[in-house]
């Protein structure tokens, strides 16, 4: 219980921080919609409605990793900004408490552009779902947690760095090839009903898993390297 | 210098410590009694910092040992607390929240061992706890008594502090200096209490310590009882 409410603390102080800046989601929704706009543009999907079911998935998925990307690029600069890194780790509180926190406000922050910016692509690619919705209820979640988890561990990874908004994307990409490609496949097995999704669907568990279990145990020997 | 480990506060033996070529740490032995008020002194890039940070656990070594409360920086954590130049503090909230967050981190799900409440301890550094507006829009000296008010709401045995009088006016560095003299008094369940502290101002700090460590380049070239 102890480690949940050190858990809750972190979160809610991110909470409350993006509630007073909104600087997260306003840049996220500001570009993911500028994608979907562009890419609307783009490929006419009014024109052909197969065509886009079938790549309507991968760009909604590429759209959020750009988006999410930027946002999670400057998620650690409040603790990087006067060193508050420093007095976080001074208290005795766990280290994993402190990337827990961030990375589920990551998490909602990622999920409230998703409510947005969901019935926008839906709009613009003028899509019909062909195969059974429901499943949209586990993607949704699972693929932007798959983003955030590494994400959030991976901005931590690249602070001390100089060049950090180049260092993030080219750690991440490749880190999350497997989960894009799963969310990818999910995603237009529900648009197009062409296959089932819960294969896909079982490998971005298995991924969410695995990684989120990594992050936390690498966490501590991370945020303490020099 | 030959004590029992129970009246040395913090202690190296051989300490190096690089920084790609540059060594900011070079062979340093040095041990600080509990309970006094130790300074040290030296040119910019002379170590000070460095030395602290090392106190501190924020900093690794590359050679040498480092003994806090007769352990390691890192199990000493918790009854250590330590204040850079920079507020280690989050910029959109207030002193207030500020400090209820690291309190609640301090306390880590126990019943808190702070001495004082977050209020009190803004009290204490002569601020108004109902201050509504952000830390952001503080003057500079402000933020350190808050910084300061963070460090004190800890209830450390020791307290590393890094130029905590470099933003702040005559009148206020000597108010701030009352209060440390005023917090050695404290009752403390671990003893003594003891302040390693870093500064250019010399003249404020020397009548009051109780000895005086310099450095030049790395080295320590004297060690003294003031």
Redo the contacts between chains.
């Keep these: 219980?102890?480690?949940v409410?050190?858990v809750w603390?972190h979160l809610s102080?991110d909470l409350?921080?993006e509630w007073?800046?909104r600087d997260a989601i306003i840049a996220m929704l500001s570009f993911t919609l500028l994608i979907a706009v562009v890419f609307a543009l783009a490929f006419d999907p009014t024109g052909q409605p197969t065509t886009a079911r079938a790549v309507s998935g991968g760009l909604l998925w590429m759209g959020l990793l750009f988006a999410a990307t930027t946002a999670l690029n400057g998620s650690w600069d409040?603790e990087r900004?006067?060193?508050?890194l420093?007095?976080?780790?001074?208290?005795?509180?766990?280290p994993s408490a402190l990337f827990l926190g961030k990375a589920i406000a990551n998490f909602l922050f990622v999920a409230a552009v998703e409510v947005i910016l969901g019935p926008v692509f839906f709009l613009f690619f003028n899509l019909h779902v062909l195969g059974d919705a429901k499943w949209l209820a586990a993607i949704l979640p699972l693929g932007t947690w798959a983003l955030v988890v590494n994400g959030t561990f991976l901005a931590v990874l690249s602070l001390r760095t100089r060049n950090r908004a180049m260092m993030l994307p080219m750690v991440l990409f490749p880190v999350a090839i497997p989960a894009l490609l799963a969310m990818v496949q999910a995603t237009t097995a529900v648009l197009t009903g062409e296959f089932e999704p819960q294969l896909w669907i079982r490998v971005l568990f298995g991924y969410d898993v695995i990684f989120t279990t990594i992050s936390i145990l690498l966490f501590e020997a991370v945020l303490?390297a020099? | 210098m030959t004590t029992s480990t129970s009246t040395i506060a913090a202690e190296t033996t051989g300490v190096s410590k690089l920084f790609g070529n540059f060594a900011a740490l070079r062979q340093v032995t040095c041990s600080f009694a509990a309970g006094g008020l130790h300074v040290l002194l030296g040119e910019n890039g002379a170590g000070k910092s460095t030395l602290v940070r090392v106190f501190?656990?924020?900093?690794?070594i590359d050679a040498g040992t480092v003994h806090v409360l007769g352990k390691s920086p890192r199990e000493s954590?918790?009854r250590?607390?330590?204040m850079?130049h920079?507020?280690?503090?989050?910029?959109?909230?207030t002193a207030m929240?500020n400090l209820q967050?690291?309190a609640?981190?301090?306390s880590?799900?126990?019943d808190c061992g702070c001495s004082g409440s977050p209020e009190m301890a803004l009290r204490s550094v002569g601020l108004d706890p109902h201050l509504t507006r952000?830390v952001s829009l503080y003057s500079q000296g402000m933020r350190q008594r808050v910084s300061l008010a963070?460090v004190l709401m800890?209830d450390p045995e020791l307290l590393l502090l890094d130029e905590p009088f470099s933003n702040m006016d005559m009148d206020g560095a000597r108010q701030m200096l009352d209060l440390l003299l005023d917090f050695r008094t404290w009752p403390s369940p671990g003893g003594a209490r003891t302040i390693i502290l870093t500064t250019h101002q010399a003249e404020l700090v020397l009548p009051v310590a109780d000895s005086v460590l310099r450095l030049h380049r790395g080295k320590v070239v004297s060690e003294a009882a003031a």
């Design positions: 219980m102890k480690y409410r050190t603390l102080k409350r921080l007073r800046s409040r900004r006067n060193q508050v420093d007095a976080q780790r001074m208290t005795p509180a766990a303490n020099e | 501190a656990g924020l900093s690794g954590q918790g250590v607390a330590y850079s920079a507020p280690m503090l989050y910029e959109e909230m929240e967050y690291f609640a981190l301090y880590n799900g126990k952000p963070r800890a």
